[in-house]
């Protein structure tokens, strides 16, 4: 059998246009997983019997996380929450999390398993991190159009053979200190935090680009997807 793979939902991704294809379940599958939405809601006994039968955890984007669960007051900045989502994917994380079963987290998702690590977030590039690389691009979701650098010893490096990886950026949120365990594997050229892992635990990851949008033609893209079902079947 597969592994099950819960994602946490995609109702403000549907809003914001991003069924396009190629996605998230597509890539689960493509990997070899069988994909699964998870339900918005914050209740632990439903959450808890679908982290019991899920083998991994996949947060998706979405929303800004409420700066208060860092500790944080929401600047003027343009930050837009979604309470729903943050009380929903705060549950399935410590869920997940108790039960070792691996997680990853794109865009939103790196940010969330940071926030849930005690880490911070920039809550705006351009006001907090002025860079001359447009981390929202305005290129199609599939076009690649800055780089990140693989840190060496991480699971990234071994990923892209030490090679640049070419990556979209649909972000204006990204990780500022790191949370407990979590180490950076992937840099932007500004140096930007883009990618994350936690080296003590069996699978934590955290991209801050959109694999689900290049894995058809990138083979780095695909190996995020393959890494994660791989975990998840061990
Ligand atoms: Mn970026």
Redesign the pocket.
């Given at each position: 059998m597969r592994p099950l793979i819960g994602l946490t939902p995609l109702v403000e991704d549907v809003r914001m246009k991003h069924w396009m294809r190629p996605g998230y379940m597509e890539g689960v599958s493509a990997a070899g997983g069988l994909p699964v939405m998870l339900p918005l809601t914050a209740d632990e006994g439903e959450l808890a019997e679908a982290a019991a039968r899920c083998d991994g955890l996949l947060l998706t984007g979405g929303p800004d996380v409420d700066p208060a669960r860092y500790g944080q007051e929401i600047l003027p900045v343009g930050v837009g929450i979604s309470p729903e989502r943050d009380a929903m994917e705060c549950a399935a994380f410590r869920l997940f999390e108790a039960a070792g079963k691996p997680i990853l987290g794109i865009c939103r998702g790196v940010q969330l398993i940071n926030v849930m690590r005690g880490g911070t977030l920039y809550q705006d590039i351009p006001a907090q991190h002025p860079s001359n690389?447009a981390?929202r691009q305005l290129e199609d979701h599939d076009v690649p159009t800055?780089e990140?650098r693989p840190l060496p010893s991480t699971p990234l490096w071994e990923l892209s053979g030490g090679q640049p990886l070419r990556?979209n950026?649909l972000?204006h949120q990204?990780v500022d200190r790191p949370g407990e365990g979590v180490e950076v594997m992937g840099v932007?050229p500004d140096g930007?935090i883009?990618a994350i892992w936690v080296p003590s635990y069996r699978y934590m990851w955290g991209v801050?680009?959109h694999p689900e949008y290049l894995w058809p033609k990138d083979s780095s893209a695909m190996g995020i997807f393959r890494a994660f079902v791989e975990a998840c079947k061990a």
């Amino acid at each position: 059998m597969r592994p099950l793979i819960g994602l946490t939902p995609l109702v403000e991704d549907v809003r914001m246009k991003h069924w396009m294809r190629p996605g998230y379940m597509e890539g689960v599958s493509a990997a070899g997983g069988l994909p699964v939405m998870l339900p918005l809601t914050a209740d632990e006994g439903e959450l808890a019997e679908a982290a019991a039968r899920c083998d991994g955890l996949l947060l998706t984007g979405g929303p800004d996380v409420d700066p208060a669960r860092y500790g944080q007051e929401i600047l003027p900045v343009g930050v837009g929450i979604s309470p729903e989502r943050d009380a929903m994917e705060c549950a399935a994380f410590r869920l997940f999390e108790a039960a070792g079963k691996p997680i990853l987290g794109i865009c939103r998702g790196v940010q969330l398993i940071n926030v849930m690590r005690g880490g911070t977030l920039y809550q705006d590039i351009p006001a907090q991190h002025p860079s001359n690389i447009a981390h929202r691009q305005l290129e199609d979701h599939d076009v690649p159009t800055h780089e990140v650098r693989p840190l060496p010893s991480t699971p990234l490096w071994e990923l892209s053979g030490g090679q640049p990886l070419r990556v979209n950026t649909l972000h204006h949120q990204a990780v500022d200190r790191p949370g407990e365990g979590v180490e950076v594997m992937g840099v932007a050229p500004d140096g930007l935090i883009e990618a994350i892992w936690v080296p003590s635990y069996r699978y934590m990851w955290g991209v801050q680009w959109h694999p689900e949008y290049l894995w058809p033609k990138d083979s780095s893209a695909m190996g995020i997807f393959r890494a994660f079902v791989e975990a998840c079947k061990a």
